[in-house]
């Protein structure tokens, strides 16, 4: 081999190295990931809270992530849920549901899909769920019921508001009828809440769509939402091919479901915490004097408009 042959060689071995597309566990390890003017460090997202600086998209998190947003970082209790027996109709299809089980686990540090934690903002004990997109998709399945109605029942009989930081694309097609019984289940949970004069806030993030939007994520007495979230029942393309007509443009996103009357207000992540703390001082007094005179209720749902806007 002469030494022409060695550089050519040595050539195609650096073209083949510059060429090679990184998969995505290679990014989800690495230092970056990307947004609207390209690669960005993920340490400089992560001090904006998951925010892009230049275009404001609000990254996908974790629910640690979010519960340290919300409460203070580690300042929460995270509880240890129900989990039933994995795969009870035995699914298979290209892979089996127990081996995507094992992955989703060993990707987000799960045993579901769904996290149960409780903390404190303004001195308010506050019961909440969120969701792990990551978690095959954030689909609902009865280890997510279980967890969901767990948080409902520690609401209850603590006294704690409750609120949703919903997540997911839907019902989990692995659990079949299982699966869309979480539907009643969890609509179910939230009436006891509501015959105990507890407020439940819902928190939706993107995405959040299928059977979640068609149930709990829609049940709350104050719907907030984050700036570009996809909130939405079926797909885009789907819609389009029913009706037949051009949708309108950011069909879905939170700004134009707010429009539409299905949200009650966008905050921003880094106000999450604050806003949260605000509607619920002021839903736990009005609970407090329901029984009270007429004007001071009417006094408290001023503030609460005052507030939302």
Partial sequence: MNWITKIIKAGEKIKSVIHKRASKEDIANSNWTSCCKGPILKKDLEKNLWVC?????????????RFDILFGKNNYEIFKTPIPKDDPLNWTD????????????????????????????????????????EFLGASMAAAEGEAFLYGVQYAIE??????????GGGMRMMESLISLSQMTRTTLAINELKDNKLPYLVCITDPTAGGITASYAMLGDIHIAEPGALIA??????????V????????QKSEYV???????LIVERKDLSEK?????????????????EENEITEDTQSLSQVAS
């Avoid at 081996?99 to 045993?111: F, G, Q």
């Avoid at 797909?235 to 091919?241: D, F, L, P, S």
């Avoid at 605000?278 to 609970?287: A, D, H, P, V």
């Fill in 53 to 65: 600086p230049d275009c404001n998209k609000h990254h996908r998190i974790n629910p640690r992530q």
């Fill in 94 to 133: 290209s892979k089996s549901y127990k081996d995507r089980l094992k992955s989703a686990r060993k990707k987000t540090r799960m045993d579901c899909g769904m996290m149960v934690a409780c903390g404190t903002i303004n001195n308010i004990k506050i019961t909440s769920v969120a969701s792990d997109f």
């Fill in 158 to 167: 603590n006294q704690t508001p409750f609120l949703c930081i919903s997540s």
């Fill in 233 to 242: 029942f079926a797909g885009a393309r789907v819609i389009q091919g029913t």
């Fill in 244 to 251: 037949k007509e051009e949708l309108p443009e950011g069909f």
């Fill in 258 to 264: 707010e429009k539409t009357g299905f949200v009650d």
């Fill in 276 to 292: 949260i703390g605000s509607l619920l001082s002021i839903l736990l007094k009005k609970n407090s004097v329901i029984s009270t």
